[in-house]
């Protein structure tokens, strides 16, 4: 399987406090992206990081990108409940369109 | 939300009948996708179409069959639905250049009884 994993695949914290969550993916990528799920929603893209980036920020949001060992890390700085929610990494391969997405964490933020 | 549709939303069929998911969009997007949804897999890749009558398979497309015979649609069928098939279906859209996010659909929950 090309299927990417994510780490951990739950993780719950109070409001306030931040959460981190790593993506290990296979192949080389063009880029990275990170996508948000509502319970019964579909996906929200939040972020993306190019292959030739090695950190991206986006209001609370920051990125890491580590193309030597396949992964990726997303931070949510100072959750809040409404943060509540699975969240998915997704690459793509060099000369495809082609998304591919790992198997998601699944983020309780406790007010 | 990105103008894409997907049809039915929900879906309760028998074992051994054909399904046909519709997914719509209005954006004009070249790159269309369908996915599944299964609790411990995340989503994955069933086929995608990188034009019109130009398509892909991804990494479980074994049982499915697309078709996208104009942009704006991307039609997923299921020749001959299995219990193994019940699942939430997923439409994706994609410009198809570089570093560009996907749009997703609000899903076809399918049950297959």
């Known amino acids: 399987s090309q299927q990417g994993e994510e780490d951990p695949q739950a993780l719950s914290i109070q409001e306030g406090e931040n959460a981190t969550m790593n993506c290990s993916y296979k192949?080389?990528?063009?880029?990275l992206q990170w996508y948000r799920q509502n319970s019964g929603r579909g996906l929200v893209h939040l972020i993306l990081i190019r292959s030739n980036e090695r950190e991206k920020h986006s209001g609370r949001l920051r990125v890491t990108l580590d193309t030597s060992k396949k992964s990726s890390s997303l931070l949510i700085t100072a959750s809040r409940a409404a943060d509540t929610a699975s969240y998915f990494c997704?690459?793509?391969?060099?000369?495809?369109?082609?998304?591919?997405f790992g198997t998601g964490t699944r983020l309780k933020v406790l007010a | 939300d990105a103008g894409i549709t997907q049809s039915p939303r929900h879906k309760v069929t028998e074992t051994g009948t054909p399904v046909t998911l519709r997914c719509h969009q209005t954006e004009n997007h070249r790159y269309m996708y369908w996915y599944r949804q299964d609790p411990g897999h995340g989503l994955r890749l069933i086929h995608y179409?990188?034009?019109?009558?130009?398509?892909d398979k991804g990494e479980v497309s074994d049982g499915y069959s697309v078709s996208r015979s104009k942009t704006e649609d991307f039609l997923l069928t299921l020749e001959s639905a299995t219990s193994s098939q019940t699942s939430v279906y997923f439409c994706a859209i994609n410009q198809g250049s570089m570093n560009t996010e996907a749009f997703f659909g609000q899903g076809t929950r399918l049950t297959v009884v």
């Open positions: 192949t080389s990528i063009n880029n």
């Open positions: 179409s990188y034009g019109v009558k130009d398509t």
């Open positions: 997704a690459t793509d391969s060099p000369g495809t369109y082609k998304y591919i």
